[in-house]
């Protein structure tokens, strides 16, 4: 069964430090997320990406997030100069459509910010 | 706004009980509803879904009914095992936006 694939599993890094956090969606997926987890709170919405740009983003997704799709495979975030308040699991997810279908995650990223 | 409230957890039941994990939302529009299940060291996967009010979503033995007179989509199994042990997310789409609204997940331990 597809899957969406998330790496590096855990990235620990030094505050201030630029990290990029790579996922490679469901092929024939169209609709690409990320979601950030701090550890013991709610699965919270960073941003959306369809058709090569960003579609909707949350107050979390500032300007020091950006997110990419180099290649027809992979979709990156990136965080310019990471904070302490940085550190959570990182989501990546995938849809087919838009409207009120399922998203599919990957296993998410763990970032430590020290 | 749009908003999904879940009952606090942890919930420790023994093999073989009754699960009942509670959820309710608020919403702008017409939502989708899901629960997503996250096992330990696993991302998140889907549980089940439902699309309308009064649709059942059914999935591994678990159940969930969109009751949008109660704005809830309760999620039930009739009878828990160990290997249910994981962290329950109730969540919302909205037909116009392409994100998620998340509960705050509910723990589940089951003991044999």
């Known amino acids: 069964e597809p899957e969406v694939t998330q790496t590096p599993s855990h990235q620990v890094t030094q505050m201030g430090q630029e990290v990029i956090l790579r996922c490679v969606p469901i092929s024939n997926h169209l609709y690409f997320y990320w979601y950030r987890q701090i550890l013991g709170q709610k699965v919270e919405f960073l941003v959306s990406?369809?058709?090569?740009?960003?579609?909707?983003k949350s107050e979390i997704f500032d300007d020091q997030f950006s997110v990419e799709r180099p290649d027809g495979s992979n979709f990156t975030l990136k965080i310019r100069s990471t904070k302490l308040e940085d550190s959570a699991m990182y989501f990546c997810?995938?849809?087919?459509?838009?409207?009120?279908?399922?998203?599919?995650f990957g296993p998410g990223t763990r970032l430590t910010v020290t | 706004g749009n908003s999904v409230t879940q009952m606090e957890g942890p919930v420790t039941l023994s093999e073989e009980a009754f699960l009942t994990i509670n959820c309710t939302y608020t919403?702008?529009?017409?939502?989708?509803l899901f629960w997503y299940v996250q096992y330990p060291g696993e991302g998140l996967q889907l549980l089940l879904k439902a699309t309308k009010a009064d649709d059942k979503g059914s999935n591994k033995g678990f159940e969930a009914t969109y009751r949008k007179e109660t704005t809830s989509f309760h999620l039930e199994k009739g009878s828990v095992q160990v290997s249910d042990s994981a962290v329950y997310f109730c969540?919302?789409?909205?037909?116009?936006?392409?994100?998620?609204?998340f509960g705050s997940g509910t723990k589940l331990n089951v003991k044999p």
């Open positions: 919403a702008t529009g017409y939502p989708s």
């Open positions: 997810a995938s849809s087919e459509a838009k409207a009120g279908a399922e998203q599919y």
């Open positions: 969540a919302l789409s909205l037909y116009n936006f392409n994100k998620f609204y």
């Open positions: 990406f369809y058709n090569n740009e960003i579609s909707e």
